[in-house]
């Protein structure tokens, strides 16, 4: 395995998913297993629109010291790794019209072409109250990904996890069901951007 190629695809990417807003600074996570008990993941003080390779940093499985220097989402991709042999990358993003259109609404339901091919419907887990999310959100994330049979958890008021074999794939998913929700806002005659 080639742990350089696969940093230099996570920044590329993160650097367009940053451009597209699905990052803010400091906000976000993106990953890819590097071995059966490893991981490179983004640290907790990485910028996005500069990710670079020190920026990155390998995890593995039992957790040391490197884990105080990487990303709050370091365990929830742990457990997603952990259970889930498909799994090759992973992100969290926080897309604006997806994590808005979330807010109102309990099922995603594309009406454009590419979302209904390649999304179809997704169901809009609730966390039910933010306080404690952080404690639950490993185990209730890696269940549903478990549990369902999709690759994308659209998480109200919180943001998408998704994780994929192929990281253009998992990136191409994410735009599409971005566009599909930017879609349906515009449809219903709201904008993130109306004043």
């Known amino acids: 395995m080639n742990k350089e190629h696969l940093k230099n695809q996570l920044t590329s990417l993160a650097l367009s998913m940053f451009r597209k807003d699905f990052f803010g600074i400091y906000h976000g996570s993106l ?5 059966s008990s490893r991981f490179i993941i983004n640290t907790k003080d990485a910028v996005f629109d500069a990710l670079d390779e020190h920026r990155l940093i390998e995890l593995y499985f039992k957790q040391d010291y490197r884990w105080k220097q990487a990303s709050i989402d370091a365990l929830i991709h742990h457990a997603i790794y952990s259970q889930i042999s498909e799994a090759k990358f992973i992100s969290f ?15 995603i339901t594309p009406k454009d072409y590419f979302g209904h091919k390649e999304i179809g419907s997704l169901e809009i887990i609730d966390p039910k109250q933010f306080d404690d999310w952080y404690e639950r959100a490993r185990s209730e994330i890696a ?3 478990q549990t369902k049979e999709t690759n994308i958890m659209v998480i109200r ?14 990136a191409k998913k994410l735009a599409v069901l971005e566009k599909s929700c930017r879609l349906l806002m515009l449809e219903r005659g709201s904008s993130l951007y109306d004043e």
């Open 143 to 145: 269940y549903h990904f």
């Open 93 to 107: 993003t926080m897309p604006p019209f997806t994590t808005a259109y979330s807010l109102n609404h309990n099922i």
């Open 31 to 35: 990953s890819a297993k590097t071995e």
């Open 157 to 170: 008021g919180y943001g998408v996890y998704a994780y994929s074999r192929d990281i253009y794939e998992m």
